[in-house]
């Protein structure tokens, strides 16, 4: 039964993997404003056995994170935190009395 989680968790570490390349590729078509139905099938099927696996990896008794490298790459660099500066309130010049 070891045997079969570990597979199993093999599997959806390379099942992850394609998913996001396919995610990767299907959003470029989307840039490119091409048809993606083809990728966006093709996720959909792995989804779906994505689900069964996580379904019977529960049923083994296996409840522990499976960690990925994270291929995830910013579209656009973190921007830096504001320093945030106090505000001033503008008052009329004041008037000397004679």
Same mark, same amino acid.
């Given at each position: 039964?070891?045997?079969?989680?570990?597979? /199993?968790?093999? /599997? /959806?570490?390379?099942?992850?993997?394609?998913?996001?390349?396919?995610?990767?590729?299907?959003?470029?078509?989307?840039?490119?404003?091409?048809?993606?139905?083809?990728?966006?099938?093709?996720?959909?099927?792995?989804?779906?056995?994505?689900?069964?696996?996580?379904?019977?990896?529960? =049923?083994?008794?296996?409840?522990?994170? /499976?960690?990925?490298?994270?291929?995830?790459?910013?579209? =656009?660099?973190?921007?830096?935190?504001?320093? =945030?500066?106090?505000?001033?309130?503008?008052?009329?010049?004041? =008037?000397?009395?004679?």
């Amino acid at each position: 039964m070891d045997n079969r989680i570990n597979e /199993i968790r093999r /599997i /959806i570490r390379a099942l992850r993997v394609s998913m996001c390349e396919a995610e990767f590729i299907m959003h470029e078509q989307i840039n490119r404003d091409e048809d993606c139905t083809f990728v966006a099938e093709e996720i959909m099927k792995m989804r779906a056995v994505m689900s069964g696996l996580v379904q019977e990896r529960t =049923r083994l008794g296996d409840n522990e994170p /499976i960690l990925v490298h994270s291929l995830f790459i910013p579209r =656009r660099p973190p921007t830096p935190p504001r320093i =945030r500066v106090a505000k001033r309130r503008l008052e009329p010049p004041q =008037r000397e009395r004679a």
